[in-house]
């Protein structure tokens, strides 16, 4: 089922549930169907309608996984191209509730990984969500077969990633929607991210 049925319909708290309930009935596969779906439009309709829906560290890593072990999420985002990636997260082995994680896709050797760590939004003034996917941060250790860490202020790195933060809402178990600010604006980019049960 592409997105755009899903959302047809009265955008209304009611859509909520029955849209995540939709997503999590489905397959994996078809799941990921529906996410490769979603156009820019979508994801404007998805971001407005989720306000308040809310994810934490154990939607991106569910309890159970070991620490420095990954646990992928496809993305669609709103680009005019390379629209398919992944984001790879990992939990680390301290107690500080952060997630480790970032980005795997074909453009990865021309902008560099993208590293970041997620977190709460609890320090920050009316943010747009109650977690973020933070580049500003970089994390001190990495699951094994990760890229090397790496500083997201330099080269062409810094035009994708330097000063942005995403801000995630959630639609379904499996899937959220994310939007970009850099230094607190936005950047009129959304994308979408379905996690990956690990086996």
Same mark, same amino acid.
């Given at each position: 089922?592409?997105?755009?049925?899903?959302?047809?319909?009265?955008?209304?708290?009611?859509?909520?549930?029955?849209?995540?309930? =939709?997503?999590?009935?489905? $397959? $994996?596969?078809?799941?990921?169907?529906?996410?490769?779906? =979603?156009?820019?439009?979508?994801?404007?309709?998805?971001?407005?309608?989720?306000?308040?829906?809310?994810?934490?560290?154990?939607?991106?890593?569910?309890?159970?996984?070991?620490?420095? !072990?990954?646990?992928?999420?496809?993305?669609?985002?709103?680009?005019? $191209?390379?629209?398919?990636?992944?984001?790879?997260?990992?939990?680390?082995?301290?107690?500080?509730?952060?997630? @480790?994680? @970032?980005?795997?896709?074909?453009?990865?050797?021309?902008?560099?990984?993208?590293?970041?760590?997620?977190?709460?939004?609890?320090?920050?003034?009316?943010?747009?969500? *109650?977690?973020?996917?933070?580049?500003?941060?970089?994390?001190?250790?990495?699951?094994?077969?990760?890229?090397?860490?790496?500083?997201?202020?330099?080269?062409?790195? *810094?035009?994708? @990633?330097?000063?942005?933060?995403?801000?995630?809402?959630?639609?379904?178990?499996?899937?959220?929607?994310? !939007?970009?600010? !850099?230094?607190?604006?936005?950047?009129?980019?959304?994308?979408?991210?379905?996690?990956?049960?690990?086996?």
């Amino acid at each position: 089922m592409r997105l755009h049925t899903l959302l047809l319909g009265h955008h209304d708290e009611h859509s909520i549930p029955r849209i995540g309930s =939709a997503l999590d009935r489905m $397959a $994996a596969r078809s799941r990921l169907f529906t996410l490769h779906s =979603a156009t820019r439009e979508d994801m404007v309709t998805l971001w407005e309608l989720m306000k308040g829906e809310e994810v934490d560290a154990e939607f991106f890593v569910p309890s159970g996984i070991d620490p420095l !072990k990954e646990v992928i999420h496809h993305g669609k985002n709103s680009l005019p $191209a390379f629209t398919h990636f992944q984001k790879r997260f990992c939990r680390p082995d301290d107690d500080s509730g952060d997630i @480790y994680g @970032y980005n795997h896709g074909s453009t990865e050797g021309l902008t560099g990984p993208g590293y970041f760590v997620a977190h709460g939004t609890s320090d920050e003034k009316d943010p747009p969500s *109650a977690y973020v996917i933070d580049y500003t941060r970089i994390p001190p250790k990495k699951v094994a077969t990760w890229p090397e860490i790496g500083s997201n202020e330099r080269g062409v790195g *810094a035009l994708v @990633y330097g000063r942005m933060k995403d801000y995630m809402r959630k639609v379904s178990t499996h899937v959220s929607i994310g !939007k970009a600010y !850099k230094e607190g604006k936005e950047l009129g980019a959304y994308f979408m991210l379905c996690r990956e049960d690990p086996e």
